[in-house]
């Protein structure tokens, strides 16, 4: 079946979501057939590059939003550190950091449901310096309408990231200060605002398999540019802090299977990845991945740019 269905998506078909359950449900031997397949998928679609972004966490803590995996949620009690927006020339610093490091990518993230008029003025010069970098501007900053990403685009804003986090029916799980419509909102912002857009979730957050399909699937009928794939890293505060860490070959399964079902697409290893993937990270590639988040994470530390870019080489690979 793996052969099959590989063969069908590099001739330029889809797989069903049937079909998804079943590569889901692989294990053993068939589990690294399953691997090497969507690795040739990603050598198909991709290329010899891996696209590397860095964040810069440029407002922290105090969320009122009340989603249960996060340390910066104020209804959580996990002690991060919180502090308003960054000023302009720290995070112009990190920027030129990361592109000294041969980062392509860079997202300028805060906490909270959505920034206020006078911060996205202030971001929006932020982004007309790390476009003059040379990289690519991001930007994480909630809940935003069309007309609040269109002056981000006119200021130089290539991409906007905000994930679904999981399917629709597991969201109110998760979340129930805003909704996964709302999710739904933002994202046809973007794109009506025309920005590429980065979306996708977390796994591990008590989710079955067939809620990780249905947001593929809500994915590739959005039609998203980029993927981020998180694992949970449970902190102690949150309502999942007690949670255990997925296992490391179920982790390279969601990689592969969102290969499979999003093949065109940039499938991005995001938070987690070293601590739930451990001695298995440098497989992530393999396993179908052609984009990592590389450098810390918001409130987690990561892989340093120079570890990751020893692994590209390796895989005998180069940047995007």
Known sequence: MIIKLRDRVLSGGTVGKDE????????????????????????RFSGDSIDLCAIVNAKSGACPE???????????????????????????EKAVEAKEA????????????KVGRDELNYIASM????????LLPCATLGLLNRDELMFLKDHGLERYHHNLETSEKFFPEICRTHTYYDKLKTIEAAKGA???????GIFG???????????????????????????????????????????????LKIIS??????????????????????????????AGA???????????????????????????????
């Open 20 to 43: 998804a359950s079943r590569l889901a449900g692989m294990e053993g031997a068939d589990l690294f057939d399953f691997f090497s397949a969507a690795g040739r998928l990603r050598q």
């Open 66 to 92: 009340d989603c249960s995996y996060c340390a910066q949620s104020s209804k959580s009690s996990t002690g991060v550190v919180v502090y308003p927006l960054m000023k302009k020339e720290a995070v112009l």
């Open 102 to 113: 041969g980062v392509r990518r860079f997202c300028i993230v805060t906490s909270g449901r």
């Open 127 to 134: 982004i007309e310096g790390v476009r003059q970098t040379g």
């Open 194 to 200: 025309g920005l590429s857009v980065c979306s996708g």
């Open 205 to 251: 957050l008590g989710e079955a398999w067939d809620d990780r399909i249905d947001m593929a699937f809500a994915l590739r009928e959005l039609a998203v540019d980029s993927v981020p794939v998180n694992f949970l890293i449970p902190v102690k505060g949150t309502s999942l802090g007690t949670r255990d860490l997925l296992q490391p070959l179920d982790a």
């Open 257 to 286: 299977l969102f290969r499979f079902i999003l093949p065109q697409k940039q499938i991005r290893v995001c938070g987690g990845r070293m601590q739930v993937l451990r001695e298995f990270n440098s497989m992530v590639i393999m």
């Open 290 to 320: 052609d984009s990592l988040l590389t450098g810390n994470y918001l409130t987690t530390t990561g892989r340093t740019f120079e570890d990751d870019l020893k692994l590209i080489r390796e895989y005998g690979l180069h940047t995007a």
